[in-house]
Antibody, heavy 122, light 110 residues
C-alpha cells in the first residue's frame, strides 16, 4: 500500500521560494508519476505539474511555467515541488499525489499526500 | 487550459439520485477516456471515486457511476446518503502530459 508523506507547513515572505517534499513508501516509486495539486482557501483543486521519476521528465501547467520545478530523487523515493517568486495568492494547501499512467498519459491520482499548507504573508 | 465546467452546487434528498456534469472540450474530455472524479470532505484529502470515465476503485460504493458523451462527463450518485455530502471534482487528461480539474461541485444532501 503506497503512502505519501509531505513536509510540514511553511510561512514565507512575498518574493521568496518554497520547496515541499513528498516521500513515498510501500510501492515502486519510479513506476508511477507524481503530481502536485494545490487548493487555495475555499477554492477548487488546481493541477500544477508532475514528474515521472523513471524518466526524470517533468510537465507543468501553463499557469506555472517558469515559476515551478518538480523533481524526484529515486534513491530516497522523494519528490519535490519548488515554487518561486511567491505571492499572497499562492497561499494554499499543496498536495502531492501518485498518478497512474495509461500509454504514458496521466489517468488518475491515488493516493494523495496529507497536504502542506503554505502561507505567503509579509 | 481552462478549468472544466461543473455546476457550483447540486442537492438531493436521501435515497434520490443526482448527476454532476463536467464539460470540457474536444481537446480534453472529448478526446480521451481519461476522466476521473474525486470526493473531498471539508478539511480532508481528495478521494478517487471514478477513473477512466466508468471504472470504480476497489472499496468505492457501486452507488457511484460515471459516463461520458462527447465533451461532457457525468458522475451519478444513486441512493443518496448523508455521508455523500461533499465537494466533487472531475479531472481530465488534456494532451502533452497536462491535466485539468473542474471547478468543483458542492453536493448537499437535504
Amino acid at each position: 500500500q503506497v503512502q505519501l508523506v509531505q513536509s510540514g507547513a511553511e510561512v514565507k515572505k512575498p518574493g521568496s521560494s518554497v520547496k515541499v517534499s513528498c516521500k513515498a513508501s510501500g510501492g515502486t516509486f519510479s513506476s508511477y508519476a507524481i503530481s502536485w495539486v494545490r487548493q487555495a482557501p475555499g477554492q477548487g483543486l488546481e493541477w500544477m505539474g508532475g514528474i515521472i521519476p523513471f524518466f526524470g521528465t517533468a510537465n507543468y501547467a501553463q499557469k506555472f511555467q517558469g515559476r515551478v520545478t518538480v523533481t524526484a530523487d529515486e534513491s530516497t523515493s522523494t519528490a519535490y515541488m519548488e515554487l518561486r517568486s511567491l505571492k499572497s495568492e499562492d497561499t494554499a494547501v499543496y498536495f502531492c499525489a501518485r498518478g497512474a499512467l495509461e500509454a504514458g498519459r496521466l489517468t488518475w491520482f491515488d493516493p494523495w499526500g496529507q497536504g502542506t499548507l503554505v502561507t505567503v504573508s509579509s | 487550459q481552462s478549468a472544466l465546467t461543473q455546476p457550483a452546487s447540486v442537492s438531493g434528498s436521501p435515497g434520490q439520485s443526482i448527476t454532476i456534469s463536467c464539460t470540457g472540450t474536444s481537446s480534453d474530455v472529448g478526446s480521451y477516456n481519461l476522466v476521473s472524479w474525486y470526493q473531498q470532505h471539508p478539511g480532508k484529502v481528495p478521494k478517487l471515486m471514478i477513473y477512466e470515465v466508468t471504472k470504480r476503485p476497489s472499496g468505492v460504493s457501486n452507488r457511484f457511476s460515471g459516463s461520458k458523451s462527447g465533451n461532457t462527463a457525468s458522475l451519478t450518485i444513486s441512493g443518496l446518503q448523508a455521508e455523500d455530502e461533499a465537494d466533487y471534482y472531475c479531472c481530465s487528461y488534456a494532451a502533452s502530459s497536462i491535466v485539468i480539474f473542474g471547478g468543483g461541485t458542492k453536493l448537499t444532501v437535504l
